[in-house]
């Protein structure tokens, strides 16, 4: 039964659900209007993606207590095929494409058009490129996934729900992973598909992107409904959607800081590193920098420039191949050409990606925070079980890590909660030079404030930091030198009293050559 634009297409009335030892809903209420793009917004492990699985059938009925009505009937999803086949399709944060598959096979995957029980890929991809053609794409249909970058990936899964019928279309963090000029193409399409009666919920920590294109927001604290702001009433800010997430304003985004900066101890020379797959280009070209004992030295440069390849050949030559070059620890050059000798010269890496680089998603947190230095802990080559408990407590608690348990896998903790898992496992091994490649990503506005005062902390204790952050605000905000890059060379290094948006910009655009 179609909605009348304005009338509610969907509510959800007293939804609880609880996992051993944790209530992660509590008599939740949410209403959505037809026609709405409708925001949730909440810290990490407040509850919102639990409350989209519960909705989306992820989480069968019978799971929960509570009732979800759509379409004024009251349903109880089994799974997720019962749920789109209502017209409720969600796109999660780990976008659910086969990487070795086609952009027309994955569209298509177990809902093929078939004529006489083959399959007709004709028919296929003459759909394919209409729904293409509709989120923007120009791609070939016979495209593999893999070749993708991740905001084209995310336009397919778009595609995908378009191809399902969508009525409401859910959307947890679709920016996360996105460079500034993606995003905005993603927010237009969300504008463009609610002009054509598509409802959507969009959940994100990017509050000038919901503050942008929402018509409604439900803020979400600790497993229950806060309050439900009209956007397009007015009086909604960021200061007015952080103060309800977290309780309190933050007279700040970032802690205040005196920094005690030191002397230059970590040097890299003339870094040229070749492309894995293509010889014919370099991602980092003869690239020159330095790091001071105690300061934050931010790398800003779009998604492609070759940010986390310069850090990633750097830490191991875990990315491409490296030509030439040299890295030098305190005027003395060392070879970091394997991850373990990179640890024992005192560099530390916090990859972008934490899920698929930063953990193991099956160990625990106590096992996740040793792991990168177990002979610290260890005894003629066996595991001191007792200090270990010790050390992943002791980080726990430091990090104020939101778990029941050490014994508590990584796998159930929220991204904020995760993220600082990975910072505790570097953090232990002791490290000069900590890298951190995106460590906010996806990440709340409250457990940023915490992450920034860890990473001010270090910095504290005279170690080096290299900060890679896609949001100039951020870089802003921490660095006391900001580095420029642009495909694959240091286009320029400013003194951050020096530095503002518009310049950044400038020199991340633009191959101005201005080497350290």
């Known amino acids: ?26 008599d939740v209420t949410l209403t959505v209007r037809a026609g709405e793009i409708h925001a949730i917004c909440g810290e ?37 095929k019962q749920s789109e086949a209502a017209g409720i399709v969600i796109i999660h944060q780990e976008l659910a494409l086969i990487p070795e598959l086609s952009i027309t096979e994955n569209i298509f995957l177990g809902n093929e058009p078939s004529r006489f029980g083959v399959i007709d890929w004709t028919a296929a991809q003459l759909k394919a490129q209409d729904l293409l053609a509709r989120v923007g794409l120009t791609e070939d249909p016979d495209t593999q996934i893999k070749t993708m970058g991740v905001g084209k990936q995310q336009l397919v899964e778009i595609a995908k729900a378009l191809n399902k019928n969508v009525k409401l279309l859910i959307l947890d963090e679709p920016t996360a992973a996105l ?14 598909l609610k002009a054509r009666g598509v409802t959507s919920i969009m959940i994100s920590h990017k509050l000038n992107e919901i503050e942008a294109v929402a018509d409604t927001i439900t803020i979400i ?9 009209d956007v397009k009433g007015g009086g909604v800010d960021e200061d007015r959607i952080i103060r309800g997430m977290v309780g309190r304003s933050l007279e700040s985004r970032f802690p205040d800081r005196t920094p005690h900066i030191g002397e230059p101890f970590f040097e890299v020379r003339d870094w040229t590193v070749q492309h894995p797959l293509d010889p014919d280009r370099l991602v980092c070209k003869a690239e020159n920098f330095f790091v001071r004992r105690g300061e934050i030295v931010g790398f800003a440069g779009l998604m492609g420039a070759g940010r986390t390849e310069l850090a990633m050949s750097i830490f191991g030559h875990s990315y491409g191949t490296v030509l030439g070059g040299q890295v030098l620890k305190d005027g003395k050059e060392i070879r970091t050409n394997t991850v373990k000798r990179a640890i024992q010269h005192g560099l530390g890496y916090v990859s972008e990606d934490r899920k698929a680089l930063g953990l ?15 002979p610290k802990i260890s005894r003629a080559g066996v595991v001191d079980g007792v200090e270990e408990f010790e050390v992943a407590e002791r980080y726990r608690k430091q990090l104020r890590t939101k778990a029941s348990s050490v014994e508590e896998g990584v796998g159930k903790l929220s991204g904020g909660n995760q993220q600082k898992v990975v910072l505790a496992k570097w953090m232990f091994t002791d490290p ?4 951190l490649d995106e460590p906010t990503r996806g990440i709340d506005v409250g457990a940023k404030f915490e992450i920034y005062g860890i990473i001010q902390a270090l910095a504290a204790q005279g170690k080096g930091i290299i900060l ?6 951020e870089l802003l905000g921490l660095s006391d030198r900001i580095y420029t890059i642009f495909e694959g060379s240091i286009t320029n290094e400013l003194a951050v009293q020096d530095a503002d948006p518009e310049t950044l910009m400038r020199s991340m655009t633009a191959n101005t050559s201005k080497k350290a």
């Not at 890679?468 to 605000?473: F, N, Q, V, Y």
Request: net charge negative; charged share 25%.
């Open 179 to 192: 460079n500034e000029a993606e995003s905005q193409h993603l927010l237009d399409l969300i504008v463009g």
């Open 1 to 26: 039964m179609a909605e009348r634009n304005g009338s509610a297409i969907l509510e959800m009335r007293d939804i609880t659900k609880e996992f051993p030892g944790v209530k992660a809903l509590s």
């Open 44 to 80: 990490n492990g407040a509850g919102k993606s639990t409350l989209m699985k519960v909705l989306s059938g992820v989480y069968p009925y019978g799971t929960y207590s509570g009732d979800i009505v759509y379409q004024n009937e009251v349903v109880r999803f089994s799974n997720i």
């Open 432 to 435: 000069d030079l900590l890298i």
């Open 360 to 374: 193991n998603l099956l160990d625990t947190i106590k096992r996740s925070t040793v792991a990168a230095d177990l």
């Open 468 to 473: 890679i952050s896609s949001e100039l605000p």
């Open 221 to 229: 604290r600790d497993g229950r409904t806060i309050e439900t702001l």
